[in-house]
């Protein structure tokens, strides 16, 4: 028999959606492949609507397409309010006839005083000067809530920001510097009254209503600002106006002048960029409990809107009106709804297609073994190049306008040599009769105060920017003059009492100087150190009184001049002078002991760094610097960190050798290129460790009338231009080490710092301040360096002795024994 053939039916499965790609018997019930299809349309019109809405929004492009700053101009007061002023005082001042009684009294002696004498005073409007504004920021509570004796230095700060001419008729006596939010909190004795620039998101504007002042000062504009440093506080930026753009976000009635609401800024933030002098750190209340946040106070200098519709739209205004071009008015985007409408549409007509491909591609499975699916990438690109093409929202760029660029004209230095356009309210004939009389030797209380006040302000010049007018031809009248010479005669001159108070100079320095020419330099400078002798060498940059075609002496007056003693008091000093530090300035550094780093060590701290590096390195052979640095560091004395802190006024500037373990180094950047170059890079390194106190301890006054003991170890600060290679790692920029060393450098001073441990106490921690030059690495070569390897054998040794005598002993007495019983039998 022929065994039976049964038919089998081989059923091969479909790639696409697991059939068969035979036919198939007719099944009840809908397919699950539509509403899957259904379903991922539906996520897909989600994501086109979203898509949508992201790209509306002008600030998405701002990343690829950055908008610049806009220069702006602050309306004057008189243009932006008519209505009277309320001479009700603000919260925490005193009463108000005792408040304008004190007030009146400050300012008639200021003016009597610190004006010039070709100056009058007005009774309104009047610009403070910059001495003014000095004084009275001196006289600021920092840390604290705002008090009555703040109120004179902040409307005296916002008359000098109130107009570009009152900007540009009393301009900063130094360069405009670019700093953050941390350096004001961490650094605010360095800060105060410098003028900074603040960048920031604009969060609040606040109104607020002024104090009665001499100044003309109605009302000013409280603006918190998010730092775009990425620091999580806030800092006060205070204006005396609004710019166009900004102004149109306050509404009428917080513009009203009696009004003191505040007006929290929608989304997205405008940002803003304020130039000001730093006033002080203010207390404020916050979520997290008392905050301290810095206040800068000036003028709004540019404005950017970030996709901000109504400061955009004012902004584009305002630059079309200053080129000369009409304004266009573009049609905005489509609504929401009509949005919602088209991405229906576009929706039920994609699912359409895809359902009608869907069935087409069932009915030729046999002959088309794949099929073409319209995926959710295909409808995010269909529906986000239709939305580009519906979507016509303009990106606003800002231009610079002619007024902006005639301002910075304006503002522009001059490169003569005359020191006119720095002296504020000095001219050639107040400097000529001044240079009369003192060749006549009239030297009166009306040129003592002359004579005051031109040194008070050659003080505030730095000495590059008095090196860079020095030209080769021949002084006049208000010229910078080369003072170089030794000392012939010296004599002290007292500043008169009421100036004291306003320009910190209690006395002046009369000097006559001969140059290597043999003509004599009669020179009205600074105080000097009270080291100064006859003999010594000065030399340093002044204004000239006389014409340099005038035959006699030459009669100048200097700020800061440098000293070159004849008999340096020490090695460590020479080497100093020879490296161009000015240790002119190393007693008035002395009096900073057991305080903060401020603007006044800066001239002698870096130059010091790069003097330290290139005295640690040069090599005796070197002429004629190398013989002294090498018989200076022969002759270092060790120290620990006791000595220096009971007697830091004997060490400073002397080169010592002091042993220390590290604990943490950071890299700190320079940034003004002066300061680099006299440290000899961009950057610097601080070097955290500890020193050995021995067996002394140390109890610490705090400033709460407590007291800390401290005892075995003590905090060290080291500083260096460079790191020793066993330190050093050149990707990071702080590193925590522990390592003993051996440090070489000059002594700088004691300085303060916070510390978590000091601030538990109520006070705060100062440690010397040592300027690195040379470093030798203590870490043990061997790997048994207290010899335990040896204490070891020494031991094992008495053990065998001793194990030895005993057998020795025993020995002896059985040998005894036996004679004993030899001598019985």
């Not at 680099?676 to 400033?703: M, P, R």
Request: with cysteine; hydrophobic share 40%; aromatic share 6%.
């Amino acid at each position: 028999m022929c065994p039976r053939i049964q038919r089998v039916t081989m059923r091969i499965p479909n790639e696409i959606n697991r059939d068969n790609l035979y036919r198939r018997r007719g099944r009840g019930g809908t397919p699950t492949q539509t509403y899957r299809r259904l379903f991922r349309l539906m996520l897909a019109l989600a994501l086109v609507l979203m898509v949508m809405r992201q790209a509306a929004r002008p600030g998405v492009y701002a990343i690829f397409f950055p908008e610049t700053m806009v220069p702006v101009q602050s309306e004057p007061a008189s243009q932006s309010t008519s209505k009277p002023v309320s001479n009700k005082p603000t919260v925490g001042e005193l009463s108000g006839d005792q408040l304008r009684s004190e007030w009146e009294t400050v300012q008639a002696a200021v003016a009597e005083q610190i004006l010039s004498e070709d100056q009058t005073l007005e009774k309104a409007q009047r610009t403070p000067t910059r001495m003014e504004q000095e004084s009275l920021i001196a006289q600021v509570d920092d840390g604290t809530v705002w008090r009555a004796a703040d109120q004179p230095a902040l409307c005296a700060t916002l008359a000098l920001h109130r107009s570009p001419e009152s900007w540009s008729a009393e301009p900063p006596f130094e360069s405009v510097l670019e700093t953050g939010l941390l350096p004001l909190l961490q650094q605010p004795d360095v800060y105060r009254g410098r003028t900074v620039r603040a960048t920031g998101k604009l969060v609040r504007i606040v109104s607020v209503q002024a104090s009665t002042n001499p100044w003309g000062i109605d009302r000013y504009w409280d603006c918190w600002l998010q730092p775009e440093d990425g620091s999580q506080r806030p800092w006060l930026i205070i204006v005396p106006h609004l710019p166009r753009g900004v102004r149109e976000l306050v509404p009428e009635p917080v513009d009203d002048l009696e009004s003191t609401d505040s007006v929290d800024i929608a989304s997205p933030l405008p940002t803003i960029v304020v130039e000001g002098e730093f006033l002080k750190r203010l207390s404020y209340q916050s979520a997290d409990g008392a905050e301290l946040t810095p206040v800068v106070v000036g003028h709004v200098q540019a404005v950017r809107s970030n996709g901000n519709a109504i400061v955009g739209a004012t902004l584009q205004s305002a630059n079309a009106k200053a080129s000369g071009t009409p304004t266009v008015t573009q049609k905005r985007s489509l609504s929401l709804g009509m949005i919602v409408v088209i991405s229906t549409l576009i929706g039920v007509a994609i699912g359409g297609l895809v359902m009608w491909r869907s069935s087409v591609s069932h009915r030729r499975l046999r002959a088309k073994r794949q099929r073409e699916h319209v995926t959710l990438p295909m409808l995010a690109c269909l529906a986000l190049g239709f939305s580009f093409m519906t979507m016509n929202d303009p990106v606003v760029f800002a231009q610079q306008t002619n007024t902006v660029e005639q301002m910075e004209k304006t503002e522009s230095v001059s490169n003569d040599a005359s020191l006119l356009d720095l002296l504020s309210g000095f001219d050639v004939e107040r400097l000529r009769r001044l240079g009369d009389r003192m060749r006549v030797g009239s030297n009166g209380n009306a040129a003592r105060d002359e004579q005051a006040k031109l040194v008070f302000r050659l003080k505030r010049l730095s000495d590059a920017t008095l090196a860079e007018r020095l030209s080769g031809e021949a002084a006049s009248v208000g010229d910078a003059i080369e003072i170089n010479g030794t000392i012939e005669s010296l004599q002290y001159v007292a500043v008169p009492e009421e100036l004291i108070e306003f320009l910190s100079l209690r006395q002046l320095v009369q000097l006559v100087l001969v140059n290597d020419d043999g003509m004599q330099i009669r020179v009205i400078a600074a105080p000097l150190p009270k080291q100064v002798a006859i003999g010594d060498q000065l030399s340093g940059v002044g204004v000239a009184l006389l014409d340099g075609d005038e035959r006699g002496t030459s009669i100048a007056v200097a700020g800061n001049l440098r000293w070159r003693p004849k008999q340096p008091a020490s090695l460590g000093w020479q080497v100093l002078g020879e490296l161009d530090v000015d240790i002119t300035r190393l007693p008035d550094i002395v009096a900073l002991s057991r305080r903060p780093l401020m603007d006044v060590d800066s001239q002698v701290f870096f130059s010091m760094i790069g003097a330290a590096n290139q005295a640690g390195s040069i090599s005796a052979d070197s002429e004629p610097l190398g013989p002294i640095a090498a018989a200076m560091r022969a002759a270092a004395v060790e120290v620990s960190p006791t000595d220096l802190l009971k007697e830091p006024e004997k060490w400073m500037g002397q080169w010592i050798t002091i042993d220390v373990e590290t604990v943490r180094w950071t890299r700190v950047s320079v940034e003004l290129d002066e300061r680099a170059q006299q440290v000899g890079s961009d950057h610097y390194y601080q070097i955290d460790a500890i020193g050995d106190l021995g067996n002394v301890q140390l109890k610490i006054a705090t400033e709460g009338g407590g007291s800390v003991m401290m005892e075995n170890r003590y905090p060290v600060t080291l500083v260096a231009a460079k790191l020793p290679a066993f330190l050093a790692d050149e990707n990071a920029l702080s590193r925590t080490v522990s390592k003993p060393v051996q440090v070489e450098g000059f002594f700088y001073r004691l300085w303060s710092y916070e510390s978590d441990f000091m601030a538990s106490h109520g006070g705060k921690q100062f440690a010397p301040l040592l300027i690195a030059g040379r470093w030798a690495d203590r870490t043990p070569t061997s790997n048994d360096p207290i010899g335990v390897s040896w204490i070891g054998t020494f031991a094992a040794v008495g053990v065998i002795a001793a194990i030895l005598g005993a057998l020795a002993f025993a020995w002896s007495n059985r040998r005894g024994d036996r004679l004993a019983r030899r001598q019985r039998v």
